[in-house]
C-alpha cells in the first residue's frame, strides 16, 4: 500500500465521482491516472449526518459505497487519506445508545464530556459560557435522555448529531487507538484529524486549540501511527499562526489561507500580499484551492487587511457567478459567517483563464497540492442540487456520473488543469527548493529547483496570463506547453 508522495492529492467523498469506490477507481484510472497521486477519500464510514462527518463505526465502510476491499484497492494506486473525528462521534452509534440505556453501568460511560463532571456544580458560569470558542449562541451541549428516564447535559459541539468525545479519558485513549490502528491497517497513508482543536477541553478556557494540553493529544496519536509510517494532518480553520506552531512541531499542516488571496490578487490585480504569504508560509504544507466546506474568511486574519478581506468577501458575489449572500444564511442552513458558499471556479466568475493562473501557483506554491473534485472538473456552482437540498455547501457538491465525467474532461480548461497536473506529479524540479524573482505588484515569479531541473512560473494577475519555463540538467530553457 502506497505511503505519502509529493503528488497532486484530490479530494472527493466516494459517491461524487460515480456513485461508489468502485466507480471511483474505474474513473481515476481510465481519465485523471497520472494526474492524481493520492486521494482524501472523505469519510465513507456508516454515519447518521454531516455527509459522513457524524461516523458511527468505524470499523466498516458504508455498503452503499463498497467495502474495505475497494479503499486497499485504491491504497495500492493512490497514497490515502482517511478522515478521523477525533473531537466527535455519531449519536446513532452503538456507543452512544449503550450510555443512553445502561448510563452508570455503560462501558462508555466515559466516553462522553458530562456537564456534571466537568463543570464544578455542573454547570458552567455565564463568564465561562463567553470565553468558549463555540458553533452556537449558547453552552455546547445537547439533553442525553437515559433509559432510566434521567436527563444531563453531555457537550455537544456542532450537530446535535455529533456527540462530543472526552478524549483524556482512559476509554476515549483506547477508543482512539482502535481506530487509529484499524484506519493504518486498511492502508491509510495519511490520517487527517477533523476538527482536532476542538478536541481539548478545560473549564474556564476558550476549549479550543489549548496548549499544552493539544501536543499532548497530538503526541498520542502520533505514538500511535508511528509503528504504521503513518502521517497525521490537524484540521483547523483559524489564525494562520497556529498552523506555524504545528508546523513547528513538526507536522504537516493545512494552507487555508492560499484561496482567498488568490481570489485577491485576481480579483485586483495586486500581488503584494500573496506574495508576502508565500515568503513566510510554512512549508511542510497541504495546499487548497477548494474543500467540501465553503471558501475559508477566518484563515487570512492579517494576511490581509480588513478592508481587503471584506471587499474581496463581498465581491465574491459580484464577480462571482451565480452566488448570492442568501446562500449564506439560516435559509440554506448555513449559518458559518467565516466561509462563503461557491465552487472555486464559480468564485473566479467561471473565467478558464484566472482558474487555470490560480491552479498553475498553487502547484508551484511550497507544499502538496490538494484539488477538490468539484474543482478537477472546474464545476460551477450546482444551483439544482442547492435549491432541492437547502444546504448552502452543496453548491459546491456536485455529483458526477461516469457519463458527465466523460463529457467534462473534453472541455479545453480541464484539459489543461490535467496536464498542469500531470507536469506537477512528474517533473523532478518539485521536490527541492522554492524562490521567487522580485517582480512588480501585479506579477508573480515563482521558481522550484532539485538536482538541476528548474521550473519557472512568470505570472501576471492584470492579464491572468501565464507561461511556465523549464530546464533540465544540461539542457535549455523551454516553455512548457501547457
Known amino acids: 500500500m502506497k505511503k505519502l508522495e509529493n503528488k497532486v492529492m484530490l479530494i472527493t467523498y466516494s459517491d461524487s465521482m460515480g456513485h461508489n469506490l468502485k466507480d471511483l477507481e474505474k474513473i481515476l484510472s481510465e481519465y485523471f491516472r497520472d494526474a492524481v497521486g493520492g486521494v482524501h477519500i472523505l469519510p465513507f464510514f456508516p454515519s447518521s449526518g454531516d455527509r459522513g462527518f457524524a461516523p458511527m463505526d468505524y470499523t466498516k465502510v458504508d455498503p452503499a459505497f463498497g467495502g474495505w476491499e475497494d479503499v486497499e484497492r485504491l491504497a495500492d494506486k493512490y497514497y490515502l487519506m482517511f478522515d478521523y473525528m477525533i473531537n466527535h462521534i455519531s ?51 445537547v439533553d442525553a435522555h437515559f ?36 484506519m493504518c491497517r486498511h492502508g491509510a497513508a495519511m490520517i487527517r484529524l477533523d476538527a482536532f482543536a476542538y478536541a481539548t477541553k478545560k473549564a474556564g478556557t476558550s476549549c479550543f486549540f489549548i496548549e499544552p494540553e493539544i501536543w499532548e493529544l497530538l503526541d498520542e496519536c502520533t505514538d500511535i ?33 492560499l484561496p482567498m488571496l488568490l481570489i485577491n490578487a485576481l480579483y485586483y490585480g495586486q500581488t503584494r500580499y500573496l506574495k508576502h504569504w508565500l515568503e ?44 448570492k449572500k442568501i446562500y449564506n444564511t439560516a435559509a440554506y442552513n448555513n449559518l458559518d459567517i467565516y466561509q462563503v458558499n461557491c465552487t472555486y ?118 492579464e491572468k496570463k501565464f507561461t511556465i519555463y523549464t530546464t533540465q540538467p544540461g539542457g535549455e530553457r523551454q516553455v512548457l506547453d501547457k
Open 225 to 257: 501511527l508511528k509503528p504504521y509510517q503513518v502521517e497525521i494532518l490537524p484540521e483547523i480553520h483559524e489564525h494562520y499562526t497556529m498552523q506555524k506552531k504545528i508546523e513547528d512541531k513538526g507536522y504537516y499542516v493545512y494552507d487555508f489561507a
Open 345 to 462: 471556479y464559480s468564485a473566479l466568475g467561471d473565467d478558464d483563464d484566472a482558474y487555470l493562473l490560480a491552479r498553475a501557483v498553487q502547484f508551484f506554491a511550497p507544499g502538496i497540492p490538494q484539488v477538490y473534485y468539484v474543482g478537477l472538473m472546474a464545476g460551477k456552482n450546482d444551483l439544482k442540487l442547492l435549491e432541492e437540498t437547502k444546504v448552502g455547501r452543496n453548491i459546491n457538491r456536485h455529483y458526477f456520473t461516469e457519463e458527465e465525467i466523460a463529457e467534462e474532461v473534453k472541455r479545453p480548461v480541464v484539459e489543461k488543469l490535467i496536464r498542469l497536473m500531470e507536469f506537477r506529479n512528474s517533473f523532478p524540479a518539485f521536490d527541492g527548493s522554492f524562490a521567487m524573482k522580485e517582480c512588480e505588484d501585479g506579477k508573480l515569479v515563482i521558481v522550484r529547483e532539485s538536482n538541476g531541473y528548474t521550473a519557472e512560473l512568470e505570472a501576471d494577475f492584470a
Open 280 to 323: 513566510i508560509c510554512p512549508r511542510k504544507q497541504f495546499t487548497t484551492l477548494d474543500t467540501h466546506d465553503g471558501i475559508g474568511v477566518v484563515d487570512v486574519k492579517d494576511l490581509l487587511p480588513d478592508e481587503e478581506i471584506n471587499r474581496t468577501k463581498e465581491d465574491i458575489f459580484k464577480y462571482g457567478a451565480n452566488v
Open 147 to 182: 433509559a432510566d428516564g434521567t436527563t444531563e447535559k453531555v457537550w455537544c459541539t456542532f450537530d446535535e448529531e455529533q456527540i462530543d468525545i472526552n478524549c483524556k479519558s482512559e476509554t476515549a485513549k483506547k477508543f482512539i487507538r482502535d481506530n487509529l490502528v484499524g
Open 91 to 141: 449519536a446513532q452509534s452503538e456507543y452512544y445508545k449503550d450510555f443512553l440505556a445502561k448510563k452508570e453501568d455503560s462501558e462508555y460511560k466515559d466516553l462522553f464530556i458530562r456537564y456534571k463532571d466537568f463543570w464544578e456544580g455542573g454547570e458552567p458560569t455565564q463568564e465561562q459560557v463567553d470565553v468558549i470558542y463555540k458553533r452556537k449562541p449558547r453552552a455546547p451541549y
